[in-house]
């Protein structure tokens, strides 16, 4: 039994639901071949678009009802045709991933000629709205919940993007975690966020506000400044050495935030860390907050394997990494962190960054998320097999800093020692980036979106692993 440091109270989160009624006649003029909503339409939207598209979720406008996405047929048909929703960037050539939410080319059909024949209702009963996933999406309860030690407060707009909140570990003893989810306090500003359990890096600012007597908030390791000093931001960077593989617990983003880990393999939490909840927050106007909470399923046996988390690209686990940029070429150390990334000159539209992580041991890759900021423009995952063949693991072909999507294989991937995990990506420092804050800035690596991140998180564990041999420490 884990025994509990601190209990943290934690409010029932009540998801307010609106009942939905409506008789809206059918569009008489509708043309009789068009798909209508309550054929197969409303289906697709609900089953699609409706997780976001609903009242207290993250998307601009609610799609639960013939008369509420009505309005939007036409701005539907063309976000669904242009494939930017719902949003799944992979390139479909490359890769076979779970959960894929790309909508079926005879779904997307489907909807642009209901648009095209005038968006009719059609007869008989509306589709029945599916139950939302507002709740812990683990058949059981979880069996410890945290919740952030303070209501983070907002402003309605401004420069406001990353946050850490750190929080001592609750338990005493080390655990294995089988499950972890995230949930948002306020999904409407939570943009994405991690969970993570690492020391506080050394020179962060400690006890700004005491919330509970184990809870400290730090804002920020240095004032946010988008033209900080770059001997400042390499301090911090300094500061931030502490990712190693076994930091991050679960990542969260509209429509994701709950990792089950594949039999046999859990998240290994050591009772001395810290854990960190990274916020990154979009304002909406209003001022707002965001209490946000997790929630951890223990595991009931012993794991054989830890599910590690890796950067690859700026930093990697098991090898030294190195990071070319153009013709020079750096060597980093393993389990270092972020020492190094690229400076991307000013007006640069095209730069090319290519990550190497040499594999020491076998392992076995369960999914990759691609994490790039503004400028972030394209990446490609590339397997090297010993034998020096390369095959494309995951093309996104174009970036979109909005949408931090998680793609899981639906067969894990065994990658044996002696290959190479490769990630190459582009950046667009242009005018011509719409994203872009400043295209006559130097970037430098960053939490702040208007700095620069790169890596392909990819979830993996070590095959010669056994925790059950474990001593504990
Ligand atoms: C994972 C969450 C999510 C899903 C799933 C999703 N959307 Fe969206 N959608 C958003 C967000 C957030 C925005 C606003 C930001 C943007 O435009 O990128 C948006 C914007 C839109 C817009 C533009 C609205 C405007 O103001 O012009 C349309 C149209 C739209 N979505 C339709 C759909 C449809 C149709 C589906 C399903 C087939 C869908 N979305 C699925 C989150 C989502």
């Given at each position: 039994m884990t025994a509990v440091r601190s209990s943290a109270a934690l409010g029932a989160a009540v998801l307010a639901v609106g009942a939905i009624a409506g008789t809206a006649a059918a569009n008489?003029?509708?043309?009789?071949?068009a798909p209508t909503f309550n054929g197969e339409v409303g289906r697709i939207l609900y089953e699609n678009?409706?997780?976001?598209?609903?009242?207290?979720?993250?998307?601009?406008?609610?799609?639960?009802?013939y008369q509420e996405a009505r309005p939007w047929a036409r701005a539907i048909k063309t976000k669904v045709v242009s494939r930017e929703m719902p949003p799944w960037f992979a390139d479909p050539r490359f890769g076979k991933f779970k959960d894929v939410t790309a909508l079926s080319q005879e779904d997307v059909d489907a909807v642009a000629a209901w648009a095209d024949g005038g968006a009719p209702q059609g007869d008989g009963p509306a589709p029945e709205l599916p139950e939302f996933a507002?709740?812990?999406?683990?058949?059981?309860?979880?069996d410890y919940v945290v919740e952030m030690p303070i209501e983070v407060e907002l402003p309605a707009q401004g420069e406001f993007d990353y946050l850490d909140v750190w929080m001592e570990f609750p338990f005493e003893d080390d655990v294995y975690l089988e499950a972890v989810q995230m949930r948002p306090g306020?999904?409407?500003?939570?943009?994405h966020a991690g969970i993570f359990t690492r020391p506080?890096?050394?020179?962060t600012r400690l006890?700004?506000?005491?919330?509970?007597?184990?809870a400290q908030l730090i804002?920020?390791?240095?004032?946010?400044?988008?033209?900080?000093d770059p001997a400042v931001k390499l301090a911090r960077r300094e500061a931030?050495?502490?990712?190693?593989?076994?930091?991050?617990?679960i990542f969260y983003r509209p429509g994701g935030g709950f990792n089950r880990f594949p039999e046999g393999t859990a998240k290994l939490v050591y009772a001395e860390r810290n854990l960190e909840f990274q916020m990154h927050y979009s304002l909406t106007g209003r001022p707002e907050t965001d209490r946000s909470v997790a929630g951890f399923w223990f595991a009931r046996d012993t794991p054989r394997r830890r599910m590690l988390t890796v950067g690859s690209g700026e930093f990697g686990g098991t090898g030294p990494v190195r990071i070319v940029e153009g013709e020079e070429q750096l060597e980093l150390q393993a389990?270092?962190?972020?020492t190094r990334t690229p400076n991307i000159p000013p007006h640069a539209d095209d730069f090319r960054i290519t990550g190497i992580w040499p594999i020491q041991d076998d392992i076995t890759v369960y999914g990759v998320w691609p994490h790039m900021h503004f400028r972030g423009k394209d990446m490609t995952y590339i397997v090297v097999w010993p034998d020096g063949a390369e095959e494309t693991?995951?093309?996104?072909?174009n970036y979109d800093f909005n949408w931090q999507i998680e793609y899981d294989f639906i067969e894990p991937l065994k990658v044996p020692a002696g290959s190479t995990l490769k990630t190459v990506g582009h950046f667009d420092n242009s005018?011509?980036?719409?994203?872009?804050?400043?295209?006559?800035r130097e970037v430098y690596w960053g939490e702040q979106s208007w700095d620069e991140m790169f890596f392909i998180f990819t979830k993996y564990t070590i095959?010669?692993?056994?925790?059950?041999k474990r001593t504990s420490n």
């Open positions: 008489e003029n509708a043309a009789a071949a678009c409706a997780s976001c598209h609903r009242e207290g979720q993250v998307a601009p406008m609610s799609l639960t009802s507002g709740d812990w999406l683990h058949e059981r309860p979880p306020n999904p409407a500003v939570v943009h506080m890096p050394p020179g006890g700004l506000e005491q919330v509970q007597p184990t804002p920020q390791p240095v004032p946010i400044n988008p033209n900080e931030a050495r502490e990712f190693t593989p076994d930091a991050q617990l389990g270092t962190g972020f693991l995951l093309h996104v072909p005018i011509r980036n719409r994203y872009n804050p400043s295209p006559d095959d010669k692993e056994d925790l059950t």
